[in-house]
């Protein structure tokens, strides 16, 4: 990957979403791999880059998506387009169906036109397991779909808006479907972090239903790395890829992990309970495990770090964090 990066040193890149956990990591190695950076965010859920200080290749805008006016002057001269700004968390989605609708649908569709009108060379945009739904295993990019939330509807919508900004104005696009990425900086509205956080401070590690349901996690600096691939490689061109590192893992032996390398099994209770109002049944995905075929094929690139290391990993930032 360094070389491709270093033919591109220079380039001036914006993120929106670029405060939070993934926007956040990417920021970073795209400023010391030689990017100009501009970051959109809210900052609703905090500034995870707050520590890198503005200045010739970072400037920061506290703006919103939906806010077509204030953002479009930072659109003039990007060559590329990072769209990650989204309102994320299972209840964060569910508490404000409309302000959802409103930042993924006019949201995205303000930055993909902005991106198209001024001519960025790549629009990435954030997509998300969560658009297959119940599908088959592995989850393969040509489906099938069966969204069972509002936030998995506007990713597929997102991704269509992708679709139609290149067929009609020329807009080149990757759209990254995002499986479960954790590491460093991520909060408790995920699961790990949840688990790590909660049995840290002594408190029973919750599971909802049977604990069987399944996830596919990858370690952030694989995530950022695939990410930069993505964006940058001539063969993620108008291609829709899966991110994840096609090995599944349930909840019930997630707990366990987070209990054994914490050295808290047996001290740290685990609590079953029932889907509820906050976290409905509906919309919960049972088994998602991605088909990596496409993204490995195309990108060259396999994730590395196994979720045994990477929990090691998230432990030691938890354990040393300011
Ligand atoms: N983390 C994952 O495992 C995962 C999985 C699937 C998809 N994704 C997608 O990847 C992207 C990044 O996710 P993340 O985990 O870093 O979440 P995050 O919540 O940490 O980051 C999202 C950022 O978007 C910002 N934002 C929200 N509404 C905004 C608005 N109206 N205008 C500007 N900024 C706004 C938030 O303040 C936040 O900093 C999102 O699009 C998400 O849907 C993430």
Not at 61 to 90: E, S, Y
Not at 115 to 125: D, L
Not at 126 to 155: H, I, Q, R
Request: charged residues 25%; proline residues 2%.
């Amino acid at each position: 990957m360094s070389d491709i990066l270093k033919k591109n040193n220079g380039l001036r890149i914006l993120v929106t979403g670029g405060a939070g956990f993934i926007g956040s990591h990417l920021v970073e190695k795209l400023i010391d791999l030689g990017a100009s950076v501009t970051v959109i965010d809210t900052m609703l859920c905090g500034n995870k880059i707050e520590q890198r200080k503005e200045g010739k290749n970072l400037s920061v805008h506290r703006l919103d998506v939906t806010d077509t006016q204030a953002i479009a002057p930072l659109f003039k001269g990007q060559d590329m387009v990072f769209h990650l700004a989204a309102v994320v968390g299972v209840e964060e989605t569910q508490d404000e169906p409309v302000n959802l609708l409103n930042v993924e649908v006019i949201g995205t569709s303000n930055v993909i036109s902005l991106a198209a009108r001024n001519k960025v060379k790549r629009f990435v945009f954030a997509s998300s397991s969560e658009v297959y739904g119940d599908s088959v295993k592995p989850m393969v990019e040509e489906g099938p779909f069966n969204p069972k939330s509002t936030y998995a509807l506007t990713k597929l919508i997102g991704e269509h808006f992708c679709m139609a900004y290149y067929q009609k104005f020329g807009l080149e696009y990757t759209a990254l479907r995002y499986f479960n990425a954790y590491g460093p900086r991520q909060d408790d509205r995920f699961v790990l972090s949840r688990f790590v956080n909660r049995a840290l401070a002594g408190q029973e590690i919750i599971i909802y239903g049977d604990g069987n349901q399944t996830r596919d996690f990858t370690y952030i600096e694989d995530t950022i790395h695939m990410t930069l691939l993505a964006g940058i490689k001539g063969e993620g061109i108008n291609q829709v890829l899966n991110f994840g590192t096609g090995k599944d893992v349930s909840i019930n032996v997630l707990a366990d992990m987070v209990l054994t390398s914490l050295d808290l099994k047996g001290k740290v209770k685990t609590k079953y309970v029932d889907y509820d109002r906050r976290r409905s049944l509906e919309i919960e995905v049972f088994n998602r495990i991605a088909d990596t075929t496409k993204a490995e094929t195309l990108l060259a690139y396999k994730p590395i770090t196994g979720l045994e290391s990477g929990l090691q990993k998230y432990i030691a930032w938890y354990e040393n964090r300011k």
